[in-house]
């Protein structure tokens, strides 16, 4: 049995309490940047939302917005006037997980999204 699968029938035979407790203690826990557990945030100020990568350090709205739209460098883009933040995406409804979603029309995290849309068959 692949420790993926392992993993994921352990948490499977937590009560459902207990899941939740974990979760709520997983996002608490990163909100301090637990290293390697920690969800990189949009560098403009008061932004809610999940930075893309820790290389682009903006969520994907300002990050369009500054390469597609304005053309500035960082700094300037940080300092525009229409720069404004973003509301937050909320939380990843799988239960354990402490990310936030990519988008507002999703449910999920990104990886769990793609996770949930393929099917069993193809899961390895």
Not at 64 to 90: C, N, Q, W, Y
């Amino acid at each position: 049995m692949s420790d993926v699968r392992s993993r994921s029938y352990f948490l499977g035979l937590l009560p459902l309490p207990e899941r939740q407790a974990l979760a709520r203690a997983l996002r608490t826990e990163t909100v301090g940047g637990l290293v390697g557990m920690r969800q990189e945030m949009c560098q403009v100020p008061r932004c809610g939302r999940p930075a893309k990568s820790a290389q682009v350090a903006l969520c994907d709205p300002h990050h369009r917005h500054r390469v597609d739209t304005l053309k500035l460098s960082m700094e300037d883009f940080l300092g525009h006037p229409a720069v404004i933040p973003r509301a937050s995406t909320g939380q990843c409804e799988v239960e354990v997980c402490y990310r936030l979603r990519d988008y507002d029309t999703s449910r999920y995290y990104q990886a769990h999204s793609l996770r949930l849309s393929t099917p069993a068959s193809a899961v390895k």
